[in-house]
T-cell receptor, first 110, second 118 residues
């Protein structure tokens, strides 16, 4: 079967660093994406890893290890606006069809 | 223009009504998607259109009927829905490719149509 596992909730204070882990088991793997979704909003793309290694985009970084079927999203210098749900998602075909994890609710406190 | 536009934003319908959700993108993307999302849950894939042809139907009940009139438009026709179909319906598009080189892992989502079935 297909599955993606990520923690359900993480709480941290402003300025802290948070790492959200994602392990996956899917038939077909083209890459691992991360999306942010605020309450009432649409998912927005954060990053994509097709190859092993670290991708850095501003305060957010994403890592992939294909051999371990594992990736993570690193959120640095947390801000209140980072409070949202974060989804890892596996691309299972060349078109970009995504299989989403259950999501991690990140709560940032003052 | 990097937007995916969905209408209506909110829709309330009875179980005997027929309604349609509309989605439009002008990014030249060749893949378009319908996802359904319940509160506190991840988006669930319903349909995928690639080059205006239905390529994936994730065993969606026939009361949901997708249509892709052209490369920029995607519709979802709704008929005889059930209260459990109440959800946020998200349209998305991607650059897509018949080869893996075109896959950037990025879907562009619209703001969604929030559907309530009474």
């Amino acid at each position: 079967g297909q599955s993606l596992e990520q923690p359900s909730e993480v709480t941290a204070v402003e300025g802290a660093i948070v790492q959200i882990n994602c392990t996956y088991q899917t038939s077909g793997f083209y890459g691992l994406s991360w999306y942010q979704q605020h309450d009432g909003g649409a998912p927005t793309f954060l990053s994509y890893n097709a190859l092993d290694g670290l991708e850095e985009t501003g305060r957010f970084s994403s890592f992939l290890s294909r051999s371990d079927s594992y990736g993570y999203l690193l959120l640095q210098e947390l801000q209140m606006k980072d409070s949202a749900s974060y989804f890892c998602a596996v691309s299972t075909d060349s078109w970009g069809k995504l299989q989403f994890g259950a999501g991690t609710q990140v709560v940032v406190t003052p | 223009d990097t937007e995916v536009t969905q209408t209506p934003k909110h829709l309330v319908m009875g179980m005997t009504n027929k309604k349609s959700l509309k989605c439009e993108q002008h990014m030249g993307h060749r893949a378009m998607y319908w996802y359904k999302q319940k509160a506190k849950k991840p988006p669930e894939l319903m349909f995928v259109y690639s080059y205006e042809k239905l390529s994936i139907n994730e065993s969606v009940p026939s009361r949901f009927s997708p249509e892709c009139p052209n490369s920029s438009l995607l519709n979802l026709h709704l008929h005889a829905l059930q209260p459990e179909d109440s959800a946020l319906y998200l349209c998305a598009s991607s650059q897509g490719s018949r080869t893996s080189g075109g896959n950037t892992g990025e879907l562009f989502f619209g703001e969604g149509s929030r559907l309530t079935v009474l």
